[in-house]
């Protein structure tokens, strides 16, 4: 061990030695030069007569060693200041401020119009404008020269964000990153997630449209991706492919819910052309109903929803036993109910020559 730290330390070059200039000789004593003999004739003189520098060169491999070491720590300690500096800066991303209409949505841009004119919306775009920006950027990534004549670029994430700016006409802070669809699309769902959640019909389509792309090869490869369960993948996947008809019946697309997802895909498979009828039967209309209403009608239980949950959707008329029940279902079909024995042929015979009358029937 000792040799192989000898031939290291043999390597390291030092800097030259500074020996302080030799004192002038005491009165009385003459130097060797000035008696015309060589000055190495002068080594044969005691030392003390004439001092002698001393050799600073260690004579050892571990204290070579130990001079190298002390003559880096000076750089050694300079690069741990420069990385100390730098660490503050760990992270630190670059905003510019950009044009709102020269930034585009994202093809997997998920939010429905309705989440970009509710009440939220409205309370973020007057932070927004009392700010004079926004104070969290958006992302985004640059289009290809060419591709897109229309804008620059392709939002990341921060839909709410680059709205609220673009409606208020002020420029939009944004961080601008490199990025393929595979990073863009996670990028936004986690964004998506970390701040106000999508709804549930929103989440599928977004994976809707991430599968149908090709972006990811199974529901399992997606799910891995994004790190969600697989499950829910299932279920935000089967309410973003109900037939719009089904989704259009509904309030609002953002009111469907994930546990809704199991029945509705039943009576999908087993009931097609029924749902689909009821749906459109429900949006054509005229009678409110909230989301549950609306998934019972949808389900077959348009009469049940109506009774628990609007009073007054049935009215009497005449006593009970003797006269009738004027009802209307989730689907705005009346019905007219008679009490035994009340509809007589006479009677009937009047009730439908009125009808006609009213309904321009012959």
Same mark, same amino acid.
């Given at each position: 061990m000792s040799k192989k730290l000898a031939?290291?330390?043999?390597?390291?070059?030092l800097p030259p030695l500074r020996t302080p200039p030799p004192?002038?000789?005491?009165?009385?004593?003459?130097?060797?030069?000035?008696?015309?003999?060589?000055?190495?004739?002068?080594?044969?003189?005691?030392t003390s007569s004439v001092p002698q520098a001393p050799d600073a060169r260690p004579k050892t491999a571990p204290g070579s060693m130990a001079v190298f070491m002390a003559s880096q720590s000076a750089a050694v300690k300079e690069a741990e200041e420069l990385k100390l500096k730098l660490r503050a800066f760990d992270g630190a991303v670059?905003?510019?401020a950009l044009d709102p209409k020269r930034i585009r949505a994202s093809r997997w841009a998920n939010r429905h119009a309705n989440g970009l004119s509710d009440k939220a919306f409205e309370e973020l775009k007057a932070d927004i404008a009392s700010s004079g920006t926004n104070v969290q950027p958006v992302c985004v990534r640059a289009l290809a020269l060419g591709s897109d004549t229309?804008?620059?670029?392709?939002?990341?994430?921060?839909? #709410?964000?680059? #709205?609220a700016c673009l409606e208020l006409g002020i420029p939009v802070q944004a961080i601008i990153a490199e990025i393929d669809d595979k990073g863009l699309f996670e990028a936004m769902e986690r964004e998506n997630r970390a701040r106000k959640n999508l709804s549930a019909w929103e989440q599928g389509m977004m994976y809707r449209r991430a599968l149908d792309n090709g972006l990811y090869a199974s529901q399992r490869k997606l799910a891995e991706a994004v790190g969600v369960d697989l499950s829910l993948i299932s279920k935000s996947l089967a309410l973003a492919?109900?037939?719009?008809?089904?989704?259009?019946?509904?309030?609002?697309?953002?009111?469907?819910?994930?546990?809704?997802?199991?029945?509705?895909?039943?009576?999908?498979?087993?009931d097609p052309e029924g749902l689909v009828a009821r749906a459109k039967a429900l949006k054509a209309s005229k009678v409110a109903l909230n989301a549950k209403q609306v998934l019972d009608a949808?389900?077959?239980?348009?009469?049940?929803?109506?009774? #628990?949950?609007?009073?007054?959707?049935?009215? #009497?008329?005449?006593?009970?036993?003797?006269?009738?029940?004027?009802?209307?279902?989730?689907?705005?079909?009346?019905?007219?109910?008679?009490?035994?024995?009340?509809?007589?042929?006479?009677?009937?015979?009047?009730?439908i020559e009125w009808l006609n009358g009213q309904l321009g029937g012959s």
């Open positions: 031939a290291k330390a043999s390597l390291i070059q004192s002038p000789a005491p009165e009385g004593v003459v130097e060797p030069q000035q008696l015309g003999q060589p000055a190495s004739v002068s080594a044969a003189a005691p670059p905003m510019k229309s804008a620059d670029y392709e939002l990341v994430f921060g839909h #709410r964000r680059h #709205r492919r109900l037939p719009d008809a089904v989704v259009e019946a509904f309030p609002s697309p953002l009111d469907v819910q994930f546990r809704w997802a199991q029945p509705l895909s039943e009576v999908l498979q087993r949808l389900l077959g239980q348009g009469d049940k929803a109506l009774n #628990r949950s609007t009073p007054g959707s049935e009215r #009497r008329l005449g006593k009970a036993g003797q006269g009738a029940v004027l009802a209307a279902d989730a689907t705005g079909r009346i019905t007219l109910r008679f009490d035994p024995g009340v509809l007589t042929p006479e009677r009937e015979a009047a009730l």
